[in-house]
């Protein structure tokens, strides 16, 4: 390597000084801005959903799953599904809300050669998927026209 490449990866590195981990607040961000793009019937059939970030899943949400590791899930979708919704509306029900996960998300992010764009859109579709009752090849589908 001569002089004038490590001139080159120098300034390459320099540019990696600066940067930080997607905070929650630039993670939702994110998980937002990859909503638009998901394909607009898709976004009409799912219609008002709240989207939160938290840096890990809760103890009771990960027993309940009987998940072990706090890295175990990427998101949740929680409320009632299309396939469970009833005509008549339940008093006290949570509006339907997908939850990421920041520290899962990221680890995975790091462990596989994938933009986290990518990753936060599919897990965004995997667990719209969940509300609409989806096949994997139907969110598979969903994926693709967003991208």
Known sequence: MGERDDIAAARGAADWREVQAPSLDDLEALARATYVTLPVNFRRLVGDIAMRVAEFPEPDVLADLGVESDFGILGLFQGIGMAQDSAVEDTGQLPNMIWLYR???????????????????????HEIGHHFGLSDDDMEAIEKAAS
């Open 103 to 125: 520290r899962p998300i990221l680890d995975y992010w790091a462990e596989y050669e994938e933009t986290l764009g990518a990753v936060v859109s599919h897990v965004l579709v």
